[in-house]
Nanobody, 123 residues
């Protein structure tokens, strides 16, 4: 079982990036999926999570209105569209999957993790 995150990079403030997290080894269509991030010297924090069918979504307050999480169960993939990026969004972004249909806001509840993709936003 593997989660492969991609799409990170260097972008100027105000720019956009789209992260993808492709799952392999099993189907995750009935799993909650999420994105977390970890900035240097800080704890890993939740960014956005989505339940199995997309009708329950949660965002961290600082990204509301700028980021959009979505999923394509046919492709076993979850996305994070990030617009109006700010320097404080700079971090390594990790995707995660949780057994069960419901989302959780606790990183401890996620069972599978990707390797992370780095996002750097310059001012």
């Amino acid at each position: 079982v593997q989660l492969q995150a991609s799409g990170g990079g260097l972008v100027q403030a105000g720019g956009s990036l789209r992260l993808s997290c492709a799952a392999s080894g099993r189907t995750f269509s009935t799993y909650a999926r999420g994105w977390f991030r970890q900035a240097p010297g800080k704890e890993r924090e939740l960014v956005a999570v989505i339940n199995w069918n997309g009708d329950s979504i949660y965002y961290q307050d600082s990204v509301k209105g700028r980021f959009t999480i979505s999923r394509d169960n046919a492709k076993n993939t979850v996305y994070l569209q990030m617009n109006s990026l700010k320097p404080e969004d700079t971090a390594v972004y990790y995707c995660a999957a949780r057994r069960g249909l419901l989302v959780s806001l606790r990183r401890e509840d996620y069972d599978y993790w990707g390797q992370g993709t780095e996002v750097t936003v310059s001012s």
